[in-house]
């Protein structure tokens, strides 16, 4: 029997989030003023293998920018690997980047059997259970108007319906439970409860180590693109927090606000101690909430970078504006 997922030495370079952002205008008018622009590439996955045995409920870690996200993106077929191959054995739902995907212009329903149909389901099938996905959404109201007329986090919450309303086979989970408010997240975490079992193949990105090691048996621990670790969960958990710097003596937020000044940058990265994914830059005495790791790749930052402090002691600082890509 083949495995449910195969990544055999994949490798996937990208241009830069700074290249990316350059646009056509402005190259052109270097181009005119004889100033060339080399293109400029990151190695996002280097030469990577995996291989996850149907059944297998694995976790993946790793500090940002490690290619995480990326992983599960190149096995659910949203990007194709510079080189290398992947395989995949049974119907999959990508729980990656929920709302992201729909034409904006179609109705609901539209969405809902174009959305199932990409997933692998017979459209028929689909239309079947049109009700009970809106419904478990909260969405039914609206089932006849154009999808931009959602807000994200509308459109995320049917995405999420439409992609577990039929267990799959394997499950790539990506960091996806924060949807809606709390009530719609509970609501979420006991869908994908039922799938725990020994019917499904589930790939978890996580930065909560301790429910990866309680729900995983198996952790693979990406840096730098690279597999640095995979075995047993608790084992590869224990590992990998021993790299994170902590500073345990910051009682105050205004001890860890002094010593960012103190750093060359004048400023640091921090993550709370309870496992939540959310980091904050402190800088000129206020916490900056970092929405994307591509801020943190685009200004040089790895995940060493991150000090781990209280959740009390971060949130005692005054809050500043978002920073996004």
């Not at 978890?204 to 840096?223: E, F, G, K, N, P």
């Amino acid at each position: 029997m083949p495995a449910a997922i195969v990544v055999d030495d994949v490798s996937l370079v990208r241009r830069t989030q700074e290249e990316l952002h350059y646009d056509f205008k402005r190259s052109a008018l270097r181009l005119l003023g004889g100033q060339g622009r080399l293109v400029r590439r990151r190695t996002v996955l280097d030469h990577l293998s995996l291989r996850v045995e149907h059944g297998e409920k694995v976790g993946v870690i790793g500090p940002n920018g490690s290619g995480k996200s990326t992983l599960l993106k190149v096995i659910a077929g949203i990007l194709q690997p510079t080189s290398g191959s992947v395989a995949v054995d049974g119907t999959l739902a990508p729980l990656i980047e929920l709302g992201v995907g729909f034409d904006a212009d179609l109705s609901l329903v539209d969405n809902i059997v174009y959305y199932g149909v990409l997933l692998g389901h017979h459209e028929e099938q689909v239309r079947a259970h049109i009700d009970d996905i809106l419904e478990f959404a909260e969405l039914v109201e609206h089932r006849d108007e154009p999808t931009k007329t959602l807000s994200s986090g509308m459109a995320a919450r049917l995405s999420f319906a439409i992609a577990t309303e039929f267990r799959p086979e394997v499950l790539l989970v990506d960091e996806v439970l924060s949807v809606g408010d709390e009530r719609f997240r509970r609501k979420c975490t006991a869908r994908i409860d039922r799938f725990w079992d020994e019917h499904s193949t589930i790939l978890l990105v996580s930065h909560d180590m301790l429910t990866v090691a309680q729900i995983c048996s198996r952790v693979i621990w990406l840096d730098h693109g690279g597999v640095r670790f995979d075995g047993p969960s608790k084992h590869a958990a224990e590992m990998y927090l021993s790299t994170i710097p902590t500073v345990a003596n910051f009682r105050r937020g205004e001890d860890l606000v002094a010593f960012a000044r103190t750093n060359p940058r004048r400023e640091i990265i921090v993550q709370g101690t309870s496992g939540h994914p959310q980091i904050y830059l402190i800088r000129d005495g206020r916490r900056h909430a970092i929405v994307s790791s591509e801020w943190t790749i685009r200004h040089g930052y790895e995940g060493k970078d991150v000090v781990i402090v209280s959740d009390e002691v971060i949130l005692e600082i005054a809050e500043g504006e978002m920073l996004a890509p």
